[in-house]
């Protein structure tokens, strides 16, 4: 090779370079950050030398990530940084065809891990852990100061199967006590103390009337429940004006709207939420084994009140659904070959089936896009992908899709049981279909079909 050569050589590169820090700059990416990005598109260049990048395909950068995503000790911010730098790298620089289609959004919305105190984690912690740790200042000097009693309320909770979502919510409202009154001695509190409290909720904070009565439960829970105090008196304090809520619902053409602004997992995941009426944990708890495509139906585990129940799986997506999760289990082979694919069990079954733990039947539908470590155990697994990404994911497609409606992933739940009941379907098979104990709560769903006094003709249009 002459000089000649070499020199035109690394002019090339470093006008590559400069070209691609000018894409940096202009799509607002911090100046001292730029050289990570660089590093990170260098690394990936690396691990595929000998071939040009016109030439790479989306499966090499599924590859790539995939393996990122199995790198322990690799941070939430990292791998996302990864992900950004490879986007900018071939959507703004190399720009073969495949880029712009490629689903990069699911690379950083879906690498998110679980909390450590996340529902799906302390669900089926290990026992002798009785909490996760906290960065929460107010909460470790709520377990710190009243630690016994701390301990009693976390087994009392327990013994009761309350679900780790309301262990949390309960946890939060004690410590909001605790720290409005200063920390007093329990000696020192009493059934004005809590009346206090919850009128500083309606009157200072100005609370829903939900929230403050999730307040009370919490308190009187805690001083009837593990201190043994009689708090029957708790009623004179300034109560939240109750509102009346009528559930967000889409029509149908609004759906296929929402729908078709979503692609990849987003797109399967909010389906299934519209198709099923499943909650937004449901689905992302989702087990393989529970995907029943003999019979079209999916097995809910665990809904809410610890309850199972069974709902129909939509015709429609059986074949993307099929498609899919044959790369999950692609994607598991992987975690196998490398020393991992081991997912969380709820505790009884782990202790019986330890094993079953590597199969493929039990892994998530919807893992995360990397391995996280699991605080109960110290075990490195593939969770499945945190609730907010949906969330996100639902929120910026009704935006782009145009509906100007609070829609939420619970708006597809909502959707789910109206149109039912619209098409004619009786009220107690999609109170069965939504898990709810009483069909009181499925009622909230009658506002919008024309049934009985709700379909009576408006004055206005008798006029013409």
Not at 328 to 357: F, T
Request: net charge positive.
């Amino acid at each position: 090779m002459t000089e000649e050569t070499t020199r035109a050589d690394q002019h090339a590169i470093d006008r590559f370079w400069h070209n691609y820090l000018s894409i940096l700059e202009k799509s607002s990416i911090p100046k001292g950050t730029r050289r990570w990005y660089r590093q990170h598109a260098e690394a990936y260049i690396n691990a595929h030398k000998g071939t040009r990048l016109a030439q790479h395909t989306p499966q090499l950068v599924d590859s790539y990530l995939n393996a990122k995503g199995r790198t322990t000790g690799l941070q939430e911010w990292q791998f996302r940084q990864i992900v950004n730098a490879l986007r900018l790298l071939f959507c703004q620089l190399i720009r073969p065809g495949w880029a712009d289609d490629y689903d990069w959004y699911q690379w950083r919305a879906f690498a998110k891990e679980l909390e450590s105190d996340h529902p799906t984690l302390l669900r089926d912690a290990n026992p002798s852990q009785l909490v996760a740790p906290s960065n929460n200042p107010l909460l470790r000097r709520f377990r710190e100061s009243y630690a016994d009693d701390h301990t009693a309320f976390i087994k009392t909770l327990r013994v009761r199967r309350m679900s780790p979502r309301t262990e949390k919510t309960y946890t939060h409202w004690l410590t909001r006590f605790f720290h409005f009154h200063h920390w007093p001695s329990l000696e020192n509190l009493d059934g004005q103390s809590v009346s206090a409290y919850l009128e500083h909720l309606a009157v200072n904070r100005r609370v829903s009337a939900s929230t403050q009565k999730v307040a009370l439960n919490a308190l009187i829970f805690f001083f009837r429940e593990v201190l043994g105090r009689n708090m029957d008196g708790v009623v004179a304090f300034t109560h939240a004006a109750p509102k009346r809520r009528v559930p967000v619902v889409l029509a149908q053409e609004e759906i296929k709207r929402l729908l078709g602004t979503l692609k990849g997992r987003q797109w399967l995941m909010a389906s299934l939420m519209y198709g099923t009426g499943m909650r937004l944990m449901e689905c992302v708890r989702l087990r393989v084994q529970d995907i029943d495509f003999g019979y079209r139906q999916i097995t809910v585990r665990a809904g809410k009140g610890d309850k199972d129940r069974v709902v129909p799986l939509p015709e429609t997506l059986v074949v993307p659904l099929e498609t899919y999760l044959r790369e999950v289990e692609s994607l598991h082979q992987g975690d196998l070959e490398a020393g991992y694919g081991e997912v969380l069990l709820p505790a009884a079954l782990a202790r019986k089936l330890g094993a079953a733990a590597k199969s493929f039947g039990w892994q998530y539908v919807f893992p995360a896009t990397r391995l996280a470590m699991d605080y109960s155990t110290g075990k490195t697994r593939r969770h499945h992908v945190h609730q907010t990404s949906l969330q996100k994911a639902i929120r910026h497609a009704a935006i782009k899709a145009g509906i100007n409606k609070r829609v939420t992933t619970h708006t597809l739940r909502h959707s789910f049981a109206t149109h039912l009941l619209q098409s004619g379907k009786d009220i107690r098979l999609v109170q069965e279909l939504l898990g709810h104990a009483d069909v009181s709560t499925t009622m909230i769903y009658t506002h919008v079909i024309k049934k009985g006094g709700l379909g009576v003709q408006s004055p206005l249009d008798a006029l013409s």
